[in-house]
């Protein structure tokens, strides 16, 4: 028997020794670890393309000919364009990533820089062509025969006057490769389907054998015509989708003026020149407004009108002040709209603002404006061609979204056809929209939480969900501001239904009120705790037909499964499951004329890979598998954690074990929360350096369990909700014989960062923390600036996610109460926080505010602050010394590793960049 057991144990360590323990992950990994990026499939589905992208490296090109079952791969892709009917791919291809790299480190001048080519396959044979030094490339939308592209003409040497390098475009065939060259082009563009092409011409004003011009080309007749040739320059090319018509702008203020005047020029394919169809004496264009450089003119979809901007000819710079003799200053004025750092922000787009029109090919130089500066906003129905215009303002209520963000704003429906306006609201509390066809605008009014249609013809509106028995406001809102809706679907041709979303199904409504309201999706997923979503397949379709087959989403809000279903629109099961499982599905594209689908599918230990279905998911195949390397690693399982909260709230949260979890054994556990994390349970995260919280994956693989806890909001005790949450779900996950209740730890970033801060001023049970951009204090937060988009953060507090629900001066003591700063004596717990100089989300000083505070209490304490950085690290050296801190500080803690040299002693600034602290001291 002795002898047997011996036996026994020498095969098992033999066994156990030919198949050798995975690798932990490490920081190492990151750069080769994949992903893909811009998923496309020909309208027929026999072709599909996609890049395979690594994090740091040289990016792939992947096709596939699904009819042959061929594929192609070609290195260093960066970008590229899969023509319609299949039969083109065209891309650019970078130089490899090492030679860029290695230009960077000799700080090689731009035009030094080692320089792309042009990619050009025939997906029928997989044939490639490349064209080397190419700056860029333009298609036309849905191309099929033509492209064009860019490279530099290298400068003459000697030759001062040669300041920048030339550019040339080549006009290419791809089926006869013939190719025509344009010298000096400032623009160039196809139209929609690539029938037609202009070229603007705008030479040197030294070059004596060129004048600016501008051409028109025929690609079907392979014919070209200069249709304006005149000292002027011209702009803003625009072709109507057909190719038959082409609109752009022209001025004669050739020099460095304040301001340039333009004027439209309109050309017809076969007209000999363009016309000026409209200037700056154009009847009904206010006085003093021009078409300046912003001006922009489109088509109607018809070709019919052309949409067009003016504004005010604003004031010349006074050229005789001396700037560094005049005050610099901004002026903060209390009844002005907006505050000067959002004034700041939308700087060059309030320069830059036009007032829409409409100019009437048929009608020579006038112009009928739509919008003004008291009425600044217009979008025109049927794509252009409608008989309505919805306007709107929001300018008489910008004071009070300082504070108010809710949507309010003066709505008016005009008449194109009479000119007549009519007033829709003032203010109408909700986002309108119009129906694709104009016969009606829509929208969500928050007050009353319903769904409201206004007849644009009859003047009539109508409540479209009050006489539906189930809510269309999102019942899970939990935050002091006005409650949103689901959205809509979709709509019917000729306006006739709306498709309006509820938290499960999916309703067709009558906007005209008159038929009851129908359930497509026949209440299986309220049912089956389902959540149906259509999903719009074809960007290019405005509606949906009486035949069409719709595709749905579907999301199980029990189990956490993705996948689709179909609905057809009669019959006798026209709702049809067709794939339901335990990943989530992303990137999905449908090709146009076909059923095949491209689409990634993947969970937490399973890799994003591509895959194709011609059958609705009957049968699906695996088309890639871009991380091989996956297998030699060390992964985790996620699985859904239950419990109840202090408050006597049921919990869900996600708990991320091990993939050689050991239930004998007792793990360490990582705590990351933001808000809510259940419906990710199948979510994949790609080991990939931190820019703000910890990579789970990479924790999961070097031994922590990691727990995600979702967490349940009450107004004005946010800090409180967060302890019911997080603390209840720590204690229930500890009393697990396999759970070190002694190691545990909490991280977050932004909201997750102000929850981190709070919690260890209420509570010693985590042994360390980390905060990334927190507020600390929100009396002093209340006042502050969104420095991005230059807002005032009181809405925050008010409204949304900091959920207090009151101003300061009426709830001061709820301020201070979810102020961690105030009770930081409390703080037991070693805390590292991370805030970044330059966050444009929450004020720096927040963080450094607490770690002056729990500096001056002699509580440990490290404050990462990355210079020029945002509220998320942007830089990815940032990131990858980021993550290489979040580990050490934890394993310190939770581990018992020795602590680095930054925590153990710091980094004096006359180290800065010369050492990081990453090395133990003895």
Not at 482 to 492: D, E, H, K, L
Request: a neutral charge.
């Amino acid at each position: 028997m002795h002898k047997f057991f011996l036996s026994l144990l020498l095969f098992l360590l033999t066994a156990f020794s030919l198949f050798p323990q995975k690798k932990p992950l490490d920081h190492s990994v990151y750069d080769t670890w994949k992903s893909l990026v811009n998923n496309a499939v020909s309208d027929d589905g026999k072709i599909v393309g996609s890049l395979i992208s690594p994090q740091e490296g040289d990016t792939s090109l992947f096709i596939k000919n699904n009819a042959e079952n061929r594929t192609l791969t070609v290195e260093r892709v960066k970008s590229y364009a899969l023509s319609p009917d299949g039969r083109w791919t065209v891309g650019l291809i970078k130089a490899p990533y090492a030679a860029r790299r290695q230009a960077r480190i000799d700080k090689k001048k731009k035009d030094e820089m080692p320089v792309d080519s042009l990619l050009i396959i025939d997906n029928l044979s997989f044939a490639t062509k490349k064209i080397p030094e190419v700056k860029s490339y333009k298609t036309a939308p849905e191309f099929n025969s033509h492209i064009a592209y860019t490279f530099s003409l290298p400068k003459e040497k000697g030759n001062k006057n040669d300041a920048k390098q030339k550019e040339i475009v080549i006009l290419r065939n791809l089926l006869t490769q013939d190719e025509d060259t344009f010298r000096n082009v400032k623009e160039h563009i196809f139209n929609k389907y690539g029938n037609s092409f202009a070229v603007a011409i705008q030479p040197d004003k030294t070059d004596s054998t060129d004048v600016p011009h501008v051409i028109f080309v025929d690609l079907m007749n392979n014919t070209q015509k200069i249709i304006s040739r005149e000292k002027m320059e011209y702009r803003s090319l625009a072709f109507d989708e057909p190719g038959e018509r082409l609109v752009y702008l022209a001025t004669a203020d050739t020099s460095k003026v304040a301001q340039k005047v333009y004027d439209i020029r309109y050309y017809v394919a076969g007209a000999d020149s363009a016309v000026i169809l409209a200037d700056r004496s154009a009847s009904g264009l206010p006085h003093g407004w021009i078409f300046n450089e912003h001006a922009a003119p489109s088509f109607s979809k018809n070709s019919k009108r052309l949409l067009v901007g003016a504004a005010p000819m604003q004031k010349p710079k006074d050229t005789t002040l001396v700037d560094f003799e005049m005050a610099s200053l901004d002026i903060w004025h209390w009844k002005e709209p907006l505050i000067p750092p959002q004034q700041l922000v939308q700087l060059k787009r309030e320069e830059s603002r036009t007032y829409s029109g409409i100019v009437d090919p048929g009608c020579n130089n006038q112009f009928i404006p739509l919008t003004s500066q008291e009425m600044p906003y217009a979008t025109v129905a049927d794509e252009g061609n409608g008989e309505y215009a919805l306007l709107w303002s929001d300018k008489p209520y910008l004071l009070e979204s300082q504070w108010d963000i809710s949507s309010k704003q003066d709505v008016w429906i005009k008449n194109l056809q009479d000119g007549s306006l009519y007033e829709l609201g003032k203010p109408l509390h909700g986002k309108p929209a119009l129906s694709p066809q104009g016969n009606y605008t829509i929208w969500w009014d928050a007050g009353e939480r319903h769904w409201f249609a206004f007849d644009n013809r009859n003047k009539l509106a109508k409540n479209l969900t009050r006489d539906i028995p189930v809510n269309f406001w999102n019942e899970k809102h939990d935050t002091p501001s006005p409650v949103g809706s689901y959205g809509i679907a979709a709509w019917t041709e000729n306006d006739e239904y709306v498709l309006i979303n509820d938290a499960f199904d999916i309703w067709k409504i009558d906007p005209s009120g008159k038929k009851k309201a129908v359930n497509m999706t026949h209440f299986a997923g309220r049912t089956d705790s389902i959540r149906f979503r259509y999903v719009h397949t074809d960007p290019e379709k405005r509606f949906i037909k009486e035949d069409d087959l719709l595709l749905l989403s579907a999301f199980d809000q029990v189990r956490k499964e993705s996948g689709y279903y179909t609905l057809a629109q009669k019959g006798r099961t026209p709702l049809k499951k067709r794939i339901l499982e335990k990943f989530t599905f992303t990137g999905l594209k449908k090709a146009r004329e076909a059923d095949m689908v491209v689409y990634q599918k993947s969970n937490f230990h399973t890799s994003p890979d591509l895959y194709v279905t011609k059958d609705f998911w009957r049968s699906s195949d695996k088309i890639t598998g871009i991380n091989p390397q996956m297998n030699d690693f060390n992964w985790g399982r996620a699985e859904l954690f239950s419990w109840t909260s202090h408050a006597g709230i049921p919990l869900q949260g996600i708990l991320y074990k091990p993939e050689d979890f050991d239930p004998l054994k007792k793990y360490p556990v990582m705590i990351y929360f933001y808000e809510k994390h259940s419906d990710d349970l199948y979510r994949w995260f790609t080991p990939a350096p931190s820019r703000s919280v910890i990579n789970i994956p990479f924790f999961v693989s070097r031994g922590y369990l990691v727990f995600t806890p979702d967490i349940h909001y009450t107004v004005g005790h946010p800090g409180k909700d967060a302890y019911n949450a997080v603390l209840s779900g720590a204690e229930a996950l500890a009393e697990n014989s396999w759970v070190d209740k002694e190691n545990m730890a909490i991280q977050g970033q932004s909201w997750g960062g102000y929850q981190v801060a709070y919690l260890v001023t209420q509570t010693n049970l985590f042994k360390a923390a980390g905060a990334g951009a927190p507020v600390s204090n929100m009396t002093s937060a209340y006042g502050g600036i969104r420095w991005e988009s230059g807002m005032s953060r009181q809405f925050q507090y008010e409204q949304t996610q900091s959920r207090i629900g009151s101003t300061l001066n009426d709830s001061l003591q709820l301020y201070i109460e979810n102020s961690p700063v105030f009770f930081a004596d409390k703080v037991e717990t070693p805390l590292l926080i991370m805030h970044n100089d330059k966050d444009g989300a929450v004020p720096w000083y927040q963080g450094v505010e607490l770690f002056m505070t729990l500096r001056r209490l002699g509580k440990p304490s490290w404050l990462l602050q990355y210079n020029n950085e945002a509220h998320n690290l942007e830089h990815r050296r940032n990131s990858k010394d980021l993550s290489i801190r979040l580990q050490q500080f934890f394993d310190h803690y939770l581990k018992g590793e020795a602590a680095p040299a930054w925590m153990t002693r710091g980094v004096p600034a006359t180290e800065k960049g010369k050492t990081w602290g990453y090395e133990t001291v003895e």
